[in-house]
């Protein structure tokens, strides 16, 4: 079933303008706040576990750390490094979520990591979920120094590939250990275009007070006291301190763009591949574009798991119905919920490059975000804020850490490519 896209809650999303950027979670905040015991699933309110971002959405017992997905970023480097050349943008796909630190962790030798891009001639057309060009990575199992040779596979759309595993000097492209001093960036060139890859452990720039979001659902599904948010001064946020795997790739525009000068929007989005063990033929096994929409929209394990293989390029009857329910239970009319679904699903991430990048600096006649995703831009603010009607506005968390409040604070982003802090 087609969802159709809708335009009636652009008013609302408007909203979004109003935040600071700062953060991380998608549809799933809220969404999830009345959804579990509505949907008959509140033993889940006092569980530990936490589906945001994408973070633990992969962890079961058949589909290791390794192959969980937890975010993706997208922006121009220059809205990053005012010194950077004009018209590279950067793409990070993270994952293995919750590594903790002074550990090292690996890419799996055994999988397919895609970033997708879409090409788009107008930004406010709906999402097809077709790749134009897909940057494929494959990892070689680690050697004694703890590094892993990298093979980048460059997809067209017609499935013509071109496979890199050396770099523009002849050397192999290689991951950076977590006893590296330096990182190791790879400079590859294909098809005349120079593009810069690093892979390894950095600081996961995530951030939630998700303790305190477990209470203040658990209040507004009735099944609790009614609590907001922390303040800051004593807010935590759940990710401090610690990794995860990040693949970050510089890339010309003009090569997302085939070489046309008038595309200049484009749909980015993230999938795992593996080995189908019946036919050893790899099958996809986790999607993820824009923070926590497949956790927030989708809460039966069945039917998520059916997403991931389905996005964005398809969606069933029983995706529909469970996030419709979702939207419904928590107070959405059927024309809202309609509206949400058409600016969230196909989940892609969309940037505009013709803008300054960042999740609230613009939208489409969607109602969706059109300019890409920052390190430091707030997307659980922005998106409680639009679920709830702006009842809800901030967990009180950020980035950079409230002073003198040890429980949050990341270490600073790095001035240069890859700009991630340095794995803790």
Do not use: C
């Amino acid at each position: 079933m087609d969802i159709k896209p809708k335009t009636g809650i652009r008013r609302t999303l408007q909203q979004m303008s109003r935040f600071q950027p700062k953060k991380a979670i998608g549809i799933g905040a809220l969404a999830g706040l009345l959804a579990l015991a509505s949907l008959g699933l509140t033993s889940t309110l006092t569980a530990p576990k936490l589906q945001a971002s994408d973070h633990d959405d992969g962890d079961i017992d058949v589909r290791s750390r390794a192959l969980s997905l937890t975010d993706l970023y997208v922006f121009r480097e220059i809205d990053q490094n005012p010194g950077a050349g004009q018209g590279d943008l950067i793409l990070v796909m993270n994952t293995n979520p919750r590594s903790v630190a002074r550990q090292q962790y690996y890419f799996s030798n055994n999988a397919q990591y895609d970033i997708n891009i879409g090409r788009v001639a107008n930004v406010d057309r709906a999402a097809t979920g077709n790749p134009d060009l897909t940057l494929r990575f494959t990892f070689s199992e680690p050697n004694a120094t703890n590094r892993q040779r990298v093979t980048l596979n460059v997809i067209d759309r017609n499935g013509r590939t071109a496979a890199i595993n050396q770099t523009s000097n002849g050397g192999r492209i290689l991951t950076t250990p977590l006893t590296a001093t330096t990182p190791t960036l790879n400079s590859v060139t294909v098809r005349g275009a120079n593009l810069t890859v690093f892979a390894g452990l950095r600081e996961d720039p995530f951030f939630f007070d998700v303790e305190q979001f477990f209470r203040v659902r658990a209040g507004l599904a009735n099944l609790g006291p009614a609590v907001g948010f922390r303040p800051p001064a004593t807010a935590q946020d759940f990710a401090k301190g610690y990794n995860a795997n990040s693949i970050v790739v510089r890339v010309p525009k003009r090569f997302l763009a085939g070489g046309n000068a008038n595309v200049n929007v484009f749909d980015a989005w993230l999938a795992i591949n593996i080995p189908d063990p019946r036919t050893g033929r790899f099958v996809q096994t986790e999607h993820l574009a824009r923070p926590a929409v497949n956790e927030g929209l989708i809460l039966n394990q069945s039917t998520l798991a059916a997403y991931n293989r389905l996005q964005p390029r398809g969606v069933n009857q029983a995706i529909v119905n469970e996030a419709k329910a979702v939207l419904g239970a928590i107070g959405n009319s059927p024309q809202r919920t309609g509206a949400l679904l058409g600016a969230f699903v196909p989940d892609v991430m969309r940037i505009d490059t013709t803008v300054a990048s960042g999740y609230a600096n613009k939208l489409n006649a969607l109602g969706a975000p059109a300019a890409g995703r920052m390190f430091l831009d707030d997307v659980i603010d922005i998106t409680l804020g639009v679920l709830s009607n702006g009842a809800v506005t901030s967990d009180n968390v950020s980035y950079t850490g409230t002073p003198g409040n040890p429980g949050q604070g990341h270490r600073p982003l790095v001035p240069a490519f890859p700009y991630l802090a340095p794995a803790n």
